[in-house]
């Protein structure tokens, strides 16, 4: 049996990298990845600090690159030698959803690195890994984009993209030159967020509570705010009383979206693709007075990557610092744990 090495969840605040069979063709549209790089997500901690509860020995990971090693038999789209990337879920391409391009719904959905809801798959936090229904989950690496940065294609990229397009690329021009947008959370969907939002609107602010990230986002051309020193009475004052147009909630916490809420004007909108961990409760009188939409969920990376790489083409030197510390696989202890101490924006496992 041939092996590889691979980071194994061994329970809440362990990781370990050992053995694991190497994966094999299982169904005729699979095909089994060669991993180049991989990334440490921030939705990796929630099962990493036991927020989520998962049974031990997966192999996380969800944001990968690498190529083609083997393909099944009904693969048509990819062969030996393949450079390609691959968004965290894998979808079939024929269900309701997917012909609408809302893929994250896919009825035969599977999660990579993550197995929670029984949807999930080993990751690519590893030499390799199965990819299923590979003709219409992968994507051929494109050339538009620097290739240590295809990663972000995997997942945050496309996330934060899709939490600022929602409201914001169907805007007319001069609307959107007018509008103010709010991001809650500059972590790194957060930051991808703010450089997708500044390519329709010129106001951004940023929240958090990290100097770091908010001064990376001050960089990109956001408006930093902490969220300790009452970020509402600034919005509020910077727009006349009125409120953010558009917030971008990208936490997944009952205090973001109600700062979110109590942001927001009335018929204002709130995009949220924070991974929610819990129940939220709001007041109906405070949600019926404010007349806003919110919009809530998971990314369909599949159904928005060509717009949003060719978002992603436009930033990708804004958006670079995010890929910027490497480490080896056999290091992947380390790396979880400098990364749940927020000590990296970004952490990128390199094989």
Partial sequence: MALMRAV??????????????????????????????????????????????????????????????????????????????????????????????????????????NRSHG??????????????????TLVHSPQTVRSELLVLMSDIFPTGYFCAARFLKDMSREEAQESVVVVVGCGPVGICAIASALTWCPTVYAIDMVPGRLAEAQKMGAKPLRVDENPESAIKEATNGRGADVVLEVVGTQEAMQLSLSMVRPFGHISSVGVCMGDYTFSGPELHGKNATIAWGRCPVRGIFEESLECLARVQSQVAFLCGLHMALEDAPRAYEMFNQRKAHKIILKF
């Fill in 119 to 136: 949807i999930g798959i080993d990751g690519g936090q590893a030499e390799y890994v199965r990819v299923p229904f590979a003709d219409t």
């Fill in 8 to 113: 194994v969840f061994k329970g809440v605040g362990q990781i370990v990298v050992e053995d694991k069979p190497v994966p094999q063709i299982l169904e005729p549209t699979d095909v089994i990845m060669k991993v180049e790089l991989a990334g440490i997500c921030g939705s990796d901690l929630h099962w990493f600090r036991g927020h989520q509860k998962i049974s031990p020995n997966f192999i996380p990971g969800h944001e990968f690159v690498g190529s083609v090693h083997s393909v099944g038999d009904a693969v048509r789209k990819f062969q030996q030698g393949d450079h390609v990337v691959s968004p965290f879920t894998a979808q079939c391409g024929e269900c309701f959803y997917c012909r609408r391009k809302q893929t994250s719904r896919c009825d035969k959905s599977l999660l990579f690195g």
